[in-house]
């Protein structure tokens, strides 16, 4: 099993920055990618930045230019690094990843949720 915990939400005014942190432990082979989803009220659950095993970083074009994602493979951490955030980021934030726990067993777990709200 495969636990990930968030960190680093809050409560921020529009144009500010936050960085949010996912770690990843239990039984890991291999994560062959970690990201981040978001979820605001009312709407659906939408894919904001996910990176590779190999460092291919992929981004929703909402956030392009604004957000950027790095992993740590010695530390199995993810990181979410929010520039320029506007009121439509606010969220409930979920971190994402995937691999396996043996070279037959595949997981994907998810983090609880962390809010991200930007509000003047």
């Known amino acids: 099993q495969v636990q990930l915990v968030e960190s680093g939400g809050g409560l921020v005014q529009p144009g500010g920055s936050l960085k949010l942190s996912c770690a990843a432990s239990g039984s890991i082979f291999s994560i062959s990618a970690m990201g981040w989803y978001r979820q605001a009220p009312g709407k659906e659950r939408e894919k904001v930045a996910f990176?590779?095993?190999?460092?291919?970083?992929n981004y929703a074009d909402s956030v392009k230019g604004r957000f950027s994602i790095f992993r740590d493979d010695a530390k199995n951490t993810v990181n979410l690094r929010m520039n320029s955030l506007k009121p439509d980021d606010t969220a409930a934030y979920y971190c994402?990843?995937?691999?396996?726990?043996?070279?037959?067993?595949?997981?994907?777990?998810w983090g609880q949720g962390i809010q991200v709200t930007v509000s003047s």
């Open positions: 990176i590779t095993s190999a460092g291919t970083a």
């Open positions: 994402s990843a995937e691999g396996r726990i043996n070279t037959s067993s595949v997981f994907h777990s």
